[in-house]
C-alpha cells in the first residue's frame, strides 16, 4: 500500500481525494488546506485529516487541524498537488524537491520557463508510460486533457491525411461549486493561450493545431468547436463516429439543449459532484463540407481531469500495464456505466 497525501482541497482536490479513498492500494494521509473556509468543516466530515501551513497554524481552529503540511508530505510516497495555481512551483521547491518527494500537479501551473513544475504533460490517451520514472508530472487542464481524448484517435486514424486542426475554445467562466467568483455579463478573450503548447507538448510538436479560446458567462462546461481539415475529401459523419465509440471517456451524444442539459442529467441520475468525468460529442451537430468535419464537442470541465489523476498516479506509483491501470480506475469511477446511461438518454430520435 502507497501513502498519498492530497495538498489542497478545492474544486480537483476534494473530488480526487474522495474517490482514492476507494482504492485498496492507497492510503490517504490527509488533505492539505491553505484557508479556514467552509472547506475544512466538508474535509472533516469526510473522514479526512487536515493539514495546513506550518505558518498558518494560528489560522486555524486547532480542533480542526491534524498537523502541518510540511510534516505530511515527509510521511508520504506521493503527493497529489492541488494547491491554487502558481502554489505548486512553490510547493515542488520548497517541500517536495529538498524531501525527494514525488508529486503530481494540476493545469494552473507551468511546463516552460523559470518556473516550470514539469517536463512532461500526461495525457492517458497519449502518454501514459513515460510517467513511469518520473519525479514530477503535470496533469493537464481539463480544455487540454479533452483535446487528447479528441485528437489521438484521429491521428492513429488519419495520420497525414489531416492537414490541421483548428479549435476555438468556449471555457467556462468558474466551477459550479465556485460561488466567490463573480460570472460578468462579457466574453472575454485569452491572449496567447497555453492551451496550444501543452496539447503539442505531449502530441508533438508538429501536430498542426491552433487554438483560439473564450472565457464565456457560464458554470456549466466548456464547449470545444474543432474543424479537421484533411488532404482530399473529409471522412463521412458516421465515419467519425465510428471513430469514438468505444473510446475510454468519449460520450455521443444527440439533442442535448445545451451543456446544463447535460449537467442536470448528471444530477439527476446521482453523478458524484455531477460530473460525468467524459467529453461529449454533439453528433447532431456534425457538420461534413468537403475536406472539411466540423466537430463539437463539450468537456466536463474539472471532472475530466479526475480520472486522470488517478490513472497518473498509478503510472508513477506503480508503474502498472495501462490496460490494468485503465480497468481499476473504472472500478472507481464506473465511466462505461456513465456513458451508457449519457448515451441512452441523448440518443439519437
Known sequence: MKRVFVNGYGSIGSRIAQFITDDSDIEIIGVGKYSPDEKVGDAISRGFKVYVPKNKVDTFQKSHISGTIEKAVEECDLVIDAAPGGVGYVNKKTLYEPKHIRAIFQGGEKITGDKAVSELIFNSRVNYEKAFDKSYVMQGSCNVTGMGRILQPLKEKYGKKIKRFDATLLRRWADLEDSKTEIKDSIEWTRKPHHNEDVKSYMGQDTPLF???FKMPTRQMHVHLMDIRFNGSAPSSSEILDLYKNEYGVATLYNAKGTKDIRDFAESIKFSFKDT????IHADLIEIQDDLVKLTYSDDQTG????ENHLLMQAMLFKRK????FKHTEELFHMEEKKRL????????
Do not use: G, S, T, W
Open 211 to 213: 487554438i483560439r479560446v
Open 277 to 280: 468525468n467524459m467529453i461529449h
Open 304 to 307: 475530466i481531469v479526475v480520472p
Open 322 to 325: 495501462r490496460e490494468d491501470a
Open 342 to 349: 449519457l448515451e441512452d438518454h441523448f440518443r439519437q430520435k
